[in-house]
């Protein structure tokens, strides 16, 4: 999940224990820096070494949510204590539904991760679970590494056996101790329902939908969607009216697995779905069985951008890309609280210690961790040079050798998935760095449209905003990805600006190339660019010419290589 960052911050009083009593924040803490564990697993699921993306750094939590939510009052005391405290990087799997979003600087998140900027400290943020609708993405600040989540190679399977002898695969984490020996009736919901239920709402398990009498003992068929309530709730549901089991249909055909504890469940897409309501209309006794849940390792494609991950642009704005960076988020294996276990663990069974959970919430760790790692190798970096360097080496190949696809089998944009998925061993030689500065942020301030009088105050500087501030200016802010909200057709070449500092070898010529969308002309002036000891920085223009191409958004790259290096730039261009 993506805890949800409350805005009523009168009532809600965060308890005065330092406990993680919901276990989000020390899963999240584990993967980003957990110790090496060896023979982790939940329940004998995704068995192995488990170790968090940077095991020897330390972490220093800060509790801001209760089971109200997360004041903002208590999130920006809790950043000025981490930055007190002398953290190098601040996680936060946090953030606000996009369509209540506050601007900027009315955004506790944004407005703490500003000053965390400010005083070095880099801030790495969740990107939210709302996708996968466009303007869904969160924590979108410059100043702030947003990150998109991706399904791994490993997925959890839960078969349905039916009466007839088919097999189906669906999508579960369960403790099931049903085995392949005894069948149970299959019932579809709205078949079953409680008298004077509307259909819709007993073909999706909608509580108080179903009759129990008639739900007892059997496994139920339910549908995932309208009438829309959790699968933890409809879980509970066929549960309390002792159903055997419960196999959900997923309209949307893509969502991280669920883990249902001990009660037998399963999760299938539309097509199967109707395969097993069609077995159900047409036998007198329809029978099924859930079996146990198996790991199946080495998935291809991986990664693939997750179902719920949200997509940008921004609503705040389209002039900077967002989400920057995409990493693991579906099915991620972490620490949890004994409390959380207590909830999912069988009878008699021993407490693992260990949860799989899904989430940009745990894709953000993933490149907290990956920062970390960056910087213990380059302790003097600043948070813009580190974040450069993995979104100019992130990858945008799976492990089929094709470009990543976003779960429709379509090649995912950079809306979806940023730059690509984190390569954090290539980060820690980028070549070439873009450096954003606090004067770059304060610049973006002005051309969104803040007052001057309030970036004063906010970032307490005397800064002049630029006379000339319009929100076009904001695609040359010194960011290591280009986007721009609007290039009219009619008006020629834009030009755009960026330059890059020299990490590498001190002496060395980089040339550029260009991956441009079909219609559009995209130019790098200067063609190369070549450092000395003594010129560390190069400045260079994009030229961007759409007046051939289609409108809309089209995505495309600017890479600069010298030897073994590659840095590469990812630019969306919205032509008009
Ligand atoms: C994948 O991309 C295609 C084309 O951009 C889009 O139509 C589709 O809705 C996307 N699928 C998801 C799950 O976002
Ligand atoms: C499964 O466990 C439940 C209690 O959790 C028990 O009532 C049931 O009889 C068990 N079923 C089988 C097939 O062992
Ligand atoms: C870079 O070039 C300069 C002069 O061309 C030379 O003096 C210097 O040794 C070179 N540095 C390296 C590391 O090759
Ligand atoms: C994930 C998991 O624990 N699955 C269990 C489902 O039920 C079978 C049978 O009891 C177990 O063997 C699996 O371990």
């Given at each position: 999940m993506h805890a949800s960052n409350g805005n009523?911050?009168?009532?809600m009083r965060v308890d005065k224990?330092?406990?993680?009593?919901?276990g989000h924040g020390t899963h999240t803490a584990s993967i980003a820096a957990g110790a090496i564990v060896a023979n982790a697993s939940y329940h004998g699921l995704a068995q192995g070494t488990a170790r968090g993306g940077s095991p020897f750094f330390r972490i220093a939590a800060y509790k801001v949510c209760s089971e109200d939510g997360c004041p903002g009052s208590t999130i920006l005391k809790a950043i000025d204590d981490a930055v007190k405290d002398g953290v190098d990087i601040i996680s936060i799997s946090i953030g606000t539904s996009a369509f209540l979003q506050p601007d900027f600087l009315k955004d506790p998140i944004a407005i703490g991760a500003f000053h965390a900027e400010q005083m070095g400290v880099m801030v790495v943020c969740s990107g939210g679970?709302?996708?996968?609708?466009?303007?869904?993405?969160?924590?979108?600040?410059?100043?702030i590494f947003t990150v998109a989540a991706s399904n791994i190679d490993r997925g959890f399977h839960s078969k349905v056996l039916l009466g007839n002898g088919r097999i189906f695969q669906g999508s579960a984490i369960n403790f099931s101790?049903?085995?392949?020996t005894e069948t149970y009736p299959l019932a579809y919901g709205k078949d079953i329902?409680?008298?004077?239920?509307?259909i819709p709402e007993a073909r999706s398990c909608?509580?108080?939908?179903?009759?129990p009498e008639k739900v007892k003992g059997k496994i139920i068929v339910c549908f995932d969607g309208f009438p829309v309530v959790s699968r933890t709730i409809k879980k509970l549901v066929a549960e309390d009216a002792n159903a055997k089991g419960l196999i959900l249909i997923n309209?949307?055909?893509?969502?991280a697995p669920f883990d249902s504890g001990p009660f037998p469940f399963t999760e299938v897409g539309t097509t199967i779905g109707y395969k097993i309501l069609k077995y159900i209309n047409s036998n007198k006794n329809p029978s099924a069985i859930i079996l146990p849940t198996v790991e199946i390792p080495?998935?291809?494609?991986?990664?693939v951008v997750a179902y719920f991950s949200s997509r940008g642009p921004s609503v705040l704005t389209e002039n900077i890309l967002k989400p920057d960076i995409m990493a693991p988020g579906v099915a991620i294996l972490g620490a949890i609280t004994p409390k959380d276990e207590e909830e999912s663990a069988s009878d008699g069974e021993k407490p693992g210690g260990y949860a799989l959970e899904s989430g940009t919430s745990m894709a953000c760790p993933h490149v907290t961790g990956a920062s970390a790692l960056v910087k213990s190798v380059h302790?003097?970096?600043t948070s813009s040079m580190i974040r450069s360097a993995l979104m100019t080496t992130?990858?945008?190949?799976d492990n089929m050798r094709k470009p990543v696809t976003n779960g429709s089998a379509s090649f995912a944009t950079p809306h979806e998935?940023?730059?690509?998925?984190?390569s954090p061993v290539k980060a820690l030689n980028p070549g070439l760095v873009f450096e954003t500065t606090t004067e770059d942020y304060l610049r973006f301030l002005c051309y969104n449209g803040s007052p001057e009088k309030t970036i004063r105050s906010m970032s307490k500087t005397k800064f002049k905003c630029p006379?000339?501030?319009?929100?076009?200016?904001?695609?040359?802010?010194?960011?290591p990805s280009i986007s721009i909200s609007k290039l009219e057709k009619s008006k020629g070449f834009l030009t755009i600006k960026r330059s890059v500092t020299n990490v590498?070898?001190?002496n060395v010529t980089y040339t550029s190339t260009v991956q441009a969308p079909m219609g559009m002309k995209v130019k790098v002036l200067p063609k190369k660019i070549t450092f000395l000891e003594n010129v560390k920085r190069v400045s260079f223009k994009v030229l961007f010419d759409g007046s051939e191409a289609s409108s809309g958004y089209k995505f495309g790259s600017i890479t600069w290589s010298a030897a073994q290096y590659s840095v590469r730039t990812v630019f969306a261009v919205n032509v008009e």
């Open positions: 009523n911050t009168t009532q224990s330092p406990r993680d009593t919901v679970n709302e996708g996968p609708d466009p303007f869904t993405v969160t924590n979108a600040a410059p100043w101790n049903l085995t392949r329902a409680a008298k004077y239920s509307p909608y509580p108080g939908s179903l009759d309209e949307n055909d893509e969502s080495r998935i291809k494609p991986a990664p302790p003097k970096w992130a990858t945008v190949y998935m940023g730059v690509g998925e984190i006379t000339k501030s319009s929100d076009d200016l904001i695609s040359n802010i010194n960011y590498g070898h001190p």
